[in-house]
Each structure stands twice: as structure tokens, then as C-alpha cells.
């Protein structure tokens, strides 16, 4: 073990990817959780109004459409934010990370006169953490019941020292200057926490008043990982699995697209519909990215894998209500007098990528017609729409068949399909059924979607897997973590769902696995190397075999083709002791990733009972005969 351990430790050092995150941040700059020693703390900060009357809003926004920018990977953010009275404020926030810890530099500008209360900078601590732990150099307590006082802890200070009652997290705030803070026990309807609130501005807010603030944090955890045990049973075969892929939907032109196309093959694929385009070029020579499109799809029906054709926009001419919303207008919908003038404009598509690259889709679908992007259709319209394109399709010799669901995520989202699974019509169309995993789901959410599939006798399809709709924004999906995040998706995806595919969202520079520099040499991302080990280590056309884990942040799935087997352990934690049970006697190969080096290989001699596993790694285990 000894040895083994120095090989590994060796293997690490040669191949460093970058430093250890100790921080991760969402697309607006905010601080979403804190790392050290392989324990991740989540946290929520950010800076706030509160306006007279109570009102309190972000003044560094996340959401999807609010005008936040970042530079490039770097930590720094700038953008503004509107409020609902029409005043504005502007931010420009600043972080770095060291063998310290994280310091903050933000600037915060009113643009217009604010009749505000005050102006805070608001830290949300996770309650179930720090219940019973102490506060600053008094040793205050965390309280377990409701304080008399809702702020319970008050103080004008530049520093304070937070402890967890276990002693596993200790968090020291440095302030650029004595400012009031407090502590309030904040239950409401989205959330239970301590919220840490330090008073930046009191009063009236104007132009001429703006505000910089300097924090530095400095987070140590003690983790105590308990040993984990795996078990694995070769001998209980749970379903088939077809294997990983990748979506090429926007911007299939990026050199990222044949560096995956070449390091991560895909067992299922899925592009886009572009009928914008073809509305305006079928009649003559397909331009550049339509040509792309068609060559990408030529290159996968030659590997005989199914793939998916999704449509998300039409020209304009095809809705309701032409020229009469922006572009990305979610649940616009296609007139009954259009839909024959649709159903010729698709099945021209098809008709030509068949005749002039071979080329014809397993499935068809509308993007997450439940959410409406960017067609909407009900449950019920949804229905009728397969029956009218399968009809179409069976009238034309066209052999695709529909996609059914395809939905935007899987919280609760199987009862979309229900209207189509009761009409017998319908379903003679339907070739496999599918969710988005963005937001994830529950266990029992995802296997509600398994029983449908089991109960259609279906495939069950992830057509996008993914963590977080909105991290495309800034390229917030661009850090190891986010990389862990989906990984562990994918583990409980296999566990309960149980679908026959995974299709990644999306094998582009849209949450690209790789970087494209400016020479566009293709380098890999941490990200990129926890994707390769599901995708090159598991065996495509595989069964999932029974496999579990008695602690929640490792998580396994394990996957046997004949003599051939694999177990993906995802460890999500501190560094820890891993007790195996159930593998067959064999030569082994170990795969492991860390955020500093990827897909560092391994031969054992001898089938391992036991495994010390890296912290946030991804160790597979292949027996390969």
C-alpha cells in the first residue's frame, strides 16, 4: 500500500492542471461556497439593498439575463442591477485566491438617489453547521432555539472568528475597516441560516456616496472522512446502458468539437434543427454552418450510433405572433394554418441530409416544449403534435420517430408524458423518452421517470445533462467543482433513474470540457478528465450492476460487458479509506482524477480490498478480462 501510494502521489505531481480552488463563485461574482482540505462548506454571500419599507434585493445579480460581466476566468465581475422603482447601482467585485485563503475587493455605486435603508454586505452560513457553535473572542454561542431577538449577535469590529460546534470548520473574517456586523436565526420559506450581516452603508444612498469594501476569509476544516464501503455485485445485473455522448447543438464549428469528437466518442449524440437557416438557404447551397451541421451528422451516422435532431427556433413567419417578440421568447407556439408549411420545411431537411450525407436521425424533438424554448406546447399539444409529425414522417418514408418529453428538467416533469403514454395513436411515433437533469432531481423523482420508461417499455434518454441552467453566463461552469457537481449527477442518474443514455450538454464551448486558446490550440479543463473516465472506462452496450456506498459524498456505479467490469467511485470529500467487497479476483487498473492532474493510470497486480482515495476525486477501477 506503501508503494502503491508513492506511485500515485508521483503520477500527481507530474501532471498538474493548476492550483486547488478554495473558493467557488456563481455567474455574478458571488461566493457560493468555501474549500480547504478537500471539504467544501457552502455558503451564500453578496452584496444588498434594502430600500424604505423593507424591501431587500441583490446588487450583484446571477440570474440568466442580468448585465454582468466577467474578464475571461479570471475573479472579477463588474455589471449593474436595475430594482423594480427604476433606480440603479453598479458593481465592480474583485476576488483572489491564496495559500490564505480569499479576499474580496468590491466597489458599489449608486447610479441614480436611493431612498434606502441601508446598504449590507450579507453572508448566509449554513445553519445544521454551526448550531451550537461559538461566535467571536467571547465564545458566544450559535443558538439551538429561537432567540429572543432575532439578531441575536451584534458587534462594530474589523474581525470575526466563527467555530462549528464539532471544530471540523473555523472561518476568520478580516474587514478593511471596523464595520457593524450582526447575526440574525433567518428561517423563511426558501432557507434556514445564520445570516451574518456587515453594514456597509446606513441611510440615504447617492452617487456621491460610493462604496468600497475589503474582506478577506480565511476557512480551515478539520474533516474526519469516515471510512467508506463499497460494495459491488457483479452477479445482480440491474439494466442495459448504451453508454455517454455528447450534444453538438451551437457552435459546432469551434476546434472543441473534433478534439471530443476524437478523445470522448459518443454512444449517443444529439443536434440541432437549424431551420432558421434552412427556411432561407434550401432552395439553393446550403451556407457554412448548415454544410458543418450535415457533415457532423454524416460523421456520427457512420458510427451507427442513435442519434437525436432537436429543433429550438423557428423563422419568424411560423408563429402566432410574428415579429411581435424577442428572440428567446419562451412558449411561442405554430398556428394550425402554419403546421403543414412546418412539417414541409422539416421534411425537406430530412429528405436532403438523407439523399446528400446519408444521414437520418433516430428520434426528432422540440427542446423543452414544456418550458417553451423556445415552442411551448402543453401536455396535451404535445400529444397532438407527435401524432401530426409521426403521421408526416410514415406518409414520406421517413423511418425517424419522436422524441418523447424531452423536458427541461426531472422535478416532477414524467407527467408531461402521460397525456401521450394514454393515446395509443400517438404512441405508435414515440421511439424513446426523455429529461434535462438541470437543477437535478430527488431519487424519487428520478425514478418516476424510470417507472414511465419501464411502463412504455421505452428507452429513457438524458437528452442534456447538466448542473445549473444558468452558469453559461460568464463561464461559471468553468471550475473543477461544477466538474464534481456533474459527476455526481451522473451517479445518481444511474442509481435511480437508470437511463439507457447520457447525452452531455454540450461537447462544444457551450459548458465546453475544453479550453480554445487564442492560437486555438484545444487544452484540456479538469472537467474534461472526470467526462473521459465515464466515457472511455465504461463499456458501451454494458450492464449496470448492483453497486453502493454507505456515505453520502461517495457515490458508485459499476458496469459489466461480459468478463470486462468497471466501478467509478466519485469521492466528493476529504481524502479517505474506501473498504471494497464483491470484486472478482483479477488484475486490476486504476484510474484516478484530482483537480491538479487527470486520468492517472495505475496497473494493480491484485484485486484491491482496500483503496486510499484522493480528496474531490474520481477513482475507476477496470477489469478488463
Given at each position: 500500500?506503501?508503494?502503491?501510494?508513492?506511485?500515485?502521489?508521483?503520477?500527481?505531481?507530474?501532471?498538474?492542471?493548476?492550483?486547488?480552488?478554495?473558493?467557488?463563485?456563481?455567474?455574478?461574482?458571488?461566493?457560493?461556497?468555501?474549500?480547504?482540505?478537500?471539504?467544501?462548506?457552502?455558503?451564500?454571500?453578496?452584496?444588498?439593498?434594502?430600500?424604505?419599507?423593507?424591501?431587500?434585493?441583490?446588487?450583484?445579480?446571477?440570474?440568466?439575463?442580468?448585465?454582468?460581466?466577467?474578464?475571461?476566468?479570471?475573479?472579477?465581475?463588474?455589471?449593474?442591477?436595475?430594482?423594480?422603482?427604476?433606480?440603479?447601482?453598479?458593481?465592480?467585485?474583485?476576488?483572489?485566491?491564496?495559500?490564505?485563503?480569499?479576499?474580496?475587493?468590491?466597489?458599489?455605486?449608486?447610479?441614480?438617489?436611493?431612498?434606502?435603508?441601508?446598504?449590507?454586505?450579507?453572508?448566509?452560513?449554513?445553519?445544521?453547521?454551526?448550531?451550537?457553535?461559538?461566535?467571536?473572542?467571547?465564545?458566544?454561542?450559535?443558538?439551538?432555539?429561537?432567540?429572543?431577538?432575532?439578531?441575536?449577535?451584534?458587534?462594530?469590529?474589523?474581525?470575526?472568528?466563527?467555530?462549528?460546534?464539532?471544530?471540523?470548520?473555523?472561518?476568520?473574517?478580516?474587514?478593511?475597516?471596523?464595520?457593524?456586523?450582526?447575526?440574525?436565526?433567518?428561517?423563511?420559506?426558501?432557507?434556514?441560516?445564520?445570516?451574518?450581516?456587515?453594514?456597509?452603508?446606513?441611510?440615504?444612498?447617492?452617487?456621491?456616496?460610493?462604496?468600497?469594501?475589503?474582506?478577506?476569509?480565511?476557512?480551515?476544516?478539520?474533516?474526519?472522512?469516515?471510512?467508506?464501503?463499497?460494495?459491488?455485485?457483479?452477479?445482480?445485473?440491474?439494466?442495459?446502458?448504451?453508454?455517454?455522448?455528447?450534444?453538438?447543438?451551437?457552435?459546432?464549428?469551434?476546434?472543441?468539437?473534433?478534439?471530443?469528437?476524437?478523445?470522448?466518442?459518443?454512444?449517443?449524440?444529439?443536434?440541432?434543427?437549424k431551420a432558421v437557416q434552412w427556411d432561407r438557404q434550401r432552395s439553393g447551397e446550403p451556407g457554412l454552418e448548415l454544410k458543418r451541421d450535415f457533415e457532423?451528422?454524416?460523421?456520427?451516422?457512420?458510427?451507427?450510433?442513435?442519434?437525436?435532431?432537436?429543433?429550438?427556433?423557428?423563422?419568424?413567419?411560423?408563429?402566432?405572433?410574428?415579429?411581435?417578440?424577442?428572440?428567446?421568447?419562451?412558449?411561442?407556439?405554430?398556428?394550425?394554418?402554419?403546421?403543414?408549411?412546418?412539417?414541409?420545411?422539416?421534411?425537406?431537411?430530412?429528405?436532403?441530409?438523407?439523399?446528400?450525407?446519408?444521414?437520418?436521425?433516430?428520434?426528432?424533438?422540440?427542446?423543452?416544449?414544456?418550458?417553451?424554448?423556445?415552442?411551448?406546447?402543453?401536455?396535451?399539444?404535445?400529444?397532438?403534435?407527435?401524432?401530426?409529425?409521426?403521421?408526416?414522417?410514415?406518409?414520406?418514408?421517413?423511418?425517424?420517430?419522436?422524441?418523447?418529453?424531452?423536458?427541461?428538467?426531472?422535478?416532477?416533469?414524467?407527467?408531461?408524458?402521460?397525456?401521450?403514454?394514454?393515446?395509443?395513436?400517438?404512441?405508435?411515433?414515440?421511439?424513446?423518452?426523455?429529461?434535462?437533469?438541470?437543477?437535478?432531481?430527488?431519487?424519487?423523482?428520478?425514478?418516476?421517470?424510470?417507472?414511465?420508461?419501464?411502463?412504455?417499455?421505452?428507452?429513457?434518454?438524458?437528452?442534456?445533462?447538466?448542473?445549473?441552467?444558468?452558469?453559461?453566463?460568464?463561464?461559471?461552469?468553468?471550475?473543477?467543482?461544477?466538474?464534481?457537481?456533474?459527476?455526481?449527477?451522473?451517479?445518481?442518474?444511474?442509481?435511480?433513474?437508470?437511463?439507457?443514455?447520457?447525452?452531455?450538454?454540450?461537447?462544444?464551448?457551450?459548458?465546453?470540457?475544453?479550453?480554445?486558446?487564442?492560437?486555438?490550440?484545444?487544452?484540456?479543463?479538469?472537467?474534461?478528465?472526470?467526462?473521459?473516465?465515464?466515457?472511455?472506462?465504461?463499456?458501451?452496450?454494458?450492464?449496470?450492476?448492483?453497486?453502493?456506498?454507505?456515505?453520502?459524498?461517495?457515490?458508485?456505479?459499476?458496469?459489466?460487458?461480459?468478463?470486462?467490469?468497471?466501478?467509478?467511485?466519485?469521492?466528493?470529500?476529504?481524502?479517505?479509506?474506501?473498504?471494497?467487497?464483491?470484486?472478482?479476483?483479477?488484475?486490476?487498473?486504476?484510474?484516478?482524477?484530482?483537480?491538479?492532474?487527470?486520468?492517472?493510470?495505475?496497473?494493480?497486480?491484485?484485486?484491491?480490498?482496500?483503496?486510499?482515495?484522493?480528496?474531490?476525486?474520481?477513482?475507476?477501477?477496470?477489469?478488463?478480462?
Amino acid at each position: 500500500m506503501l508503494m502503491k501510494s508513492l506511485l500515485l502521489f508521483a503520477a500527481l505531481a507530474t501532471v498538474s492542471l493548476h492550483a486547488s480552488e478554495k473558493a467557488t463563485f456563481d455567474s455574478g461574482g458571488n461566493l457560493v461556497s468555501v474549500i480547504d482540505h478537500g471539504a467544501e462548506l457552502s455558503l451564500a454571500a453578496s452584496s444588498f439593498v434594502t430600500f424604505t419599507g423593507g424591501l431587500t434585493l441583490t446588487a450583484e445579480p446571477h440570474e440568466q439575463r442580468s448585465p454582468v460581466t466577467r474578464e475571461r476566468l479570471a475573479l472579477r465581475w463588474k455589471g449593474t442591477e436595475t430594482y423594480p422603482n427604476a433606480t440603479k447601482s453598479s458593481f465592480a467585485t474583485d476576488w483572489s485566491e491564496s495559500a490564505d485563503g480569499i479576499k474580496l475587493s468590491t466597489d458599489l455605486r449608486a447610479e441614480s438617489m436611493f431612498d434606502a435603508e441601508s446598504v449590507d454586505y450579507v453572508i448566509d452560513l449554513p445553519r445544521d453547521v454551526f448550531v451550537g457553535g461559538t461566535i467571536g473572542e467571547q465564545n458566544e454561542k450559535f443558538p439551538e432555539h429561537k432567540p429572543v431577538t432575532v439578531d441575536f449577535f451584534h458587534a462594530e469590529t474589523a474581525s470575526l472568528h466563527l467555530t462549528s460546534a464539532d471544530r471540523s470548520w473555523q472561518l476568520t473574517f478580516v474587514l478593511d475597516q471596523a464595520r457593524p456586523m450582526s447575526i440574525t436565526d433567518q428561517w423563511d420559506k426558501q432557507e434556514r441560516v445564520y445570516r451574518l450581516r456587515i453594514r456597509l452603508h446606513q441611510g440615504f444612498w447617492t452617487p456621491k456616496d460610493p462604496i468600497h469594501f475589503g474582506l478577506s476569509l480565511k476557512a480551515e476544516a478539520h474533516p474526519s472522512a469516515r471510512v467508506a464501503h463499497v460494495a459491488v455485485n457483479p452477479a445482480q445485473p440491474l439494466y442495459s446502458f448504451d453508454g455517454f455522448g455528447g450534444d453538438y447543438c451551437f457552435d459546432v464549428s469551434t476546434p472543441a468539437v473534433e478534439y471530443t469528437m476524437d478523445n470522448l466518442p459518443s454512444a449517443w449524440a444529439r443536434l440541432e434543427f437549424k431551420a432558421v437557416q434552412w427556411d432561407r438557404q434550401r432552395s439553393g447551397e446550403p451556407g457554412l454552418e448548415l454544410k458543418r451541421d450535415f457533415e457532423l451528422m454524416q460523421r456520427i451516422q457512420k458510427t451507427s450510433i442513435p442519434w437525436i435532431l432537436s429543433v429550438w427556433r423557428l423563422p419568424e413567419h411560423f408563429y402566432a405572433d410574428p415579429n411581435q417578440k424577442p428572440t428567446g421568447t419562451f412558449g411561442r407556439q405554430i398556428p394550425a394554418a402554419k403546421w403543414p408549411e412546418f412539417l414541409d420545411l422539416l421534411g425537406s431537411y430530412l429528405e436532403y441530409a438523407k439523399k446528400h450525407y446519408g444521414a437520418e436521425p433516430t428520434l426528432f424533438s422540440f427542446n423543452e416544449p414544456d418550458l417553451g424554448v423556445d415552442l411551448g406546447f402543453s401536455a396535451e399539444t404535445h400529444r397532438d403534435a407527435i401524432k401530426r409529425i409521426g403521421a408526416y414522417f410514415a406518409a414520406k418514408g421517413i423511418k425517424t420517430k419522436l422524441l418523447l418529453g424531452d423536458t427541461a428538467n426531472p422535478r416532477g416533469s414524467h407527467v408531461y408524458t402521460l397525456p401521450t403514454a394514454a393515446d395509443r395513436d400517438a404512441m405508435q411515433y414515440v421511439g424513446a423518452i426523455s429529461f434535462h437533469s438541470w437543477g437535478n432531481g430527488t431519487a424519487q423523482q428520478y425514478r418516476d421517470w424510470n417507472a414511465v420508461a419501464k411502463w412504455l417499455q421505452l428507452p429513457l434518454v438524458v437528452g442534456e445533462a447538466g448542473s445549473d441552467p444558468g452558469f453559461y453566463r460568464n463561464e461559471a461552469f468553468d471550475s473543477y467543482s461544477y466538474g464534481l457537481r456533474d459527476a455526481e449527477q451522473y451517479q445518481h442518474l444511474l442509481h435511480d433513474a437508470q437511463p439507457n443514455a447520457i447525452i452531455y450538454w454540450e461537447y462544444t464551448e457551450d459548458y465546453g470540457l475544453v479550453r480554445v486558446n487564442a492560437d486555438k490550440a484545444v487544452e484540456p479543463t479538469p472537467r474534461f478528465y472526470l467526462m473521459k473516465q465515464f466515457v472511455a472506462l465504461t463499456p458501451t452496450k454494458s450492464e449496470v450492476i448492483a453497486s453502493e456506498s454507505d456515505q453520502p459524498d461517495v457515490s458508485v456505479s459499476a458496469f459489466a460487458k461480459n468478463a470486462a467490469l468497471t466501478l467509478h467511485i466519485l469521492n466528493r470529500g476529504a481524502e479517505r479509506e474506501i473498504d471494497l467487497s464483491g470484486l472478482p479476483a483479477s488484475p486490476w487498473r486504476e484510474v484516478v482524477t484530482t483537480e491538479e492532474a487527470g486520468f492517472q493510470e495505475t496497473n494493480l497486480p491484485s484485486t484491491p480490498s482496500t483503496l486510499n482515495v484522493p480528496a474531490r476525486s474520481m477513482v475507476s477501477l477496470v477489469k478488463s478480462q
